[in-house]
């Protein structure tokens, strides 16, 4: 598996969506639940490993997706995609953004 996962403690979110991947999982997007505290973008990604039961944060590159709820989130390949959602003020997102998961950098496509 390519990145670096480092141990971590997180703050609670909600509207995360989980994505198997290997014998992980993991867990991307979402906000945080009390809206005075966001999720940074170091930490948008969290992976569950499945045999030790321990979260990590994945360490992506590039400028990872606005911190949402409500998104649709799909692996294909080594590519995870996450398309729309809504943001904290629950503005309508149509936005399309992927993470390559071999080099672990997010693009964000013009979803027009």
């Known amino acids: ?12 979110c909600a509207g995360h969506s989980l994505i198997p991947w290997g014998n992980k999982l993991l867990s ?10 966001s999720i940074q973008e170091h930490e948008k990604v969290k992976v569950l490993d499945l045999q030790t039961a321990t979260w990590s944060t994945l360490k992506t590159f590039g400028k990872a997706p606005v911190s949402r709820g409500g998104q649709s989130v799909t692996l294909v390949g080594g590519t995870l995609v996450i398309f729309g959602g809504q943001d904290a003020k629950r503005t309508l997102l149509n936005d399309l953004h992927i993470l390559d998961l071999e080099t672990m950098t997010w693009d ?5």
């Open 1 to 12: 598996m390519a990145g670096d996962e480092s141990p971590t403690t997180s703050i609670p």
């Open 28 to 37: 991307v997007a979402g906000h945080a639940k009390d809206p005075s505290e």
């Open 108 to 112: 964000e496509i013009d979803a027009v």
